[in-house]
């Protein structure tokens, strides 16, 4: 679950809502996404991904939030918020979706993110295991495979084999 939930949560619901005041595209990714589709694990800070990191900041400030000179985030009730854009992790490919009142992005374009995370910094298996918990919870089978990346795909299926495999064992 998440840490403070509510308070993550809140912050994010804010921060969405403060983009969307400011006219700036975003939406939640990270843990905070991850929760909100399904799979229940711990975070303390909120990613958004923004399309124009000055529109974002500025919308941010209007919206009362604290720039934090010290790590480049922005926060609200001691609740970091991180701004992330295309030159770290690709665009998402679908449009946002709201889920308890937050922007994120979909399904598919955050499995997307965790696996590409996950397999190109090895230090980031904290998203292999997102993509795991998001098999899991979600029930996803080797037939979502088609909406992912085609580079991708291979390791989303070998991750779904493994937790079938898992779930075969524990029968």
């Known amino acids: 679950m998440l840490e403070g939930r509510g308070q993550v949560l809140e912050t994010a619901r804010e921060a969405t809502a403060a983009l969307r005041a400011g006219g700036a595209d975003g939406a939640v990714i990270g843990g905070v996404a991850v929760v909100l589709h399904g799979y229940v694990r711990t975070t303390s800070d909120v990613d958004l991904f923004v399309s124009d990191l000055d529109r974002a900041a500025t919308a941010l400030r209007s919206g009362g939030f604290a720039f934090r000179r010290k790590d480049r985030s922005f926060s609200r009730a001691e609740v970091p918020i991180h701004l992330v854009t295309d030159s770290t992790t690709p665009s998402p490919s679908r449009p946002f979706e709201t889920r308890e009142g937050i922007w994120t992005v979909a399904l598919v374009d955050l499995i997307n993110m965790k696996l590409r995370s996950g397999t190109e910094r090895l230090t980031r298996a904290i998203d292999l295991a997102d993509v795991i918990g998001l098999i899991r919870c979600r029930k996803l089978t080797a037939e979502f495979t088609k909406n ?12 779904v084999s493994a937790v079938a495999r ?3 064992r524990r029968s």
């Open 148 to 159: 992912l990346d085609k580079d991708l795909r291979s390791t989303f299926r070998k991750l």
């Open 166 to 168: 898992e779930a075969g």
